[in-house]
């Protein structure tokens, strides 16, 4: 995969984090410090072993120190825990699982849908949740996600258990999107995606190894044509093994041979033929009959309604 810090411009690089003051859109590390403060308050969220990291919602203009103070009473943080675990729950409602297939499925029209969901995480546009990638501070070793209905608010007193927290500093336009977001304003700030600060290439690169990590690549997205035909399959090979689940191999082995609506449509095209003898009942001949017909662009037009 290639190297997430290169493709990080979300985040400050580490030589300009501001480490006198906290600022709206911080990264803090879950110190032993840290989950003392937010134990006080909500003691899961100290524990937990997914929240490993916070992000600063609070505005920058609240959080400045005049005479030792700042002027908000509160400091707001959200939970950040691993991306896979928001994107899982999403993919869940583009998969389709199929009783007796360990491979996920998922119907051939909510694919683009599913992609189009996990580019837009990559980008930050999707409401409720901030991408954190690997890489944007030295504590961050996945994909990270700041949830920020998940909150708490830490009194002031505990400003310098957060300063002494703070891994990472999210860039300006950033900042102001994590503001935008979490108090869901109609004037959404508009951030620069990962494309145009990065080569084409190594951003096709990117999203290719993202959407494999994240588990879109594993899902096999099938027609309804395929996904009756499997489950078909499926019912034969477990009735002959007597299991009630094929085993990975044996489900990647089915779909690897699964027919098109076009193949089916040819084999059944070619035996009617020959049943009636209006065919020859030959290999060749039904090979080259079924080559013409899925050849021809009329056919093609045909075979995808």
């Not at 990080?8 to 403060?37: C, N, S, V, W």
């Not at 449509?265 to 080259?288: C, G, N, S």
Request: charged letters at 25%.
């Amino acid at each position: 995969m290639a190297d997430a810090a290169s493709f990080d411009f979300i985040f400050e690089p580490k030589e300009r984090i501001d480490r006198e003051q906290l600022l709206q859109g911080d990264l803090l590390h879950r110190t032993p410090a840290l989950a003392e403060a937010i134990g006080k308050a909500h003691s899961y969220y100290a524990t937990a072993a997914d929240y490993s990291h916070f992000l600063v919602l609070t505005q920058s203009c609240d959080l400045v120190r005049r005479k030792g103070r700042c002027k908000s009473r509160y400091i707001t943080i959200c939970a950040v825990r691993p991306l896979s675990l928001a994107v899982a729950r999403e993919l869940e409602r583009y998969t389709n699982p199929l009783d007796g297939c360990p491979v996920p499925l998922g119907n051939v029209e909510n694919n683009v849908l599913a992609r189009q969901y996990l580019e837009r995480v990559l980008n930050n546009t999707v409401d409720g949740i901030f991408f954190i990638p690997r890489g944007a501070a030295a504590t961050v070793d996945e994909h990270l996600c700041a949830f920020l209905a998940l909150s708490v608010a830490l009194r002031v007193d505990h400003y310098d258990t957060c300063l002494s927290a703070k891994v990472g500093q999210a860039k300006e336009i950033f900042a102001a999107k994590v503001g935008s977001l979490a108090s869901n304003l109609y004037a959404r700030i508009a951030t620069p995606d990962l494309h145009e600060r990065n080569d084409r290439k190594a951003v096709d690169a990117y999203t290719k190894a993202f959407l494999e990590e994240l588990g879109y690549a594993s899902v096999v997205w099938l027609t309804p044509f395929q996904r009756t035909f499997l489950e078909g399959q499926i019912a034969v090979a477990l009735q002959a093994s007597g299991q009630d689940q094929l085993t990975p191999e044996e489900a990647v082995n089915l779909l690897k041979n699964l027919p098109s609506e076009a193949d089916a449509i040819a084999d059944r095209v070619v035996k009617v033929l020959t049943d009636r003898q209006l065919l020859e009942d030959d290999p060749q001949v039904h090979k080259k009959a079924r080559n013409f017909l899925k050849n021809d662009r009329e056919y093609q037009k045909l075979a995808k309604r």
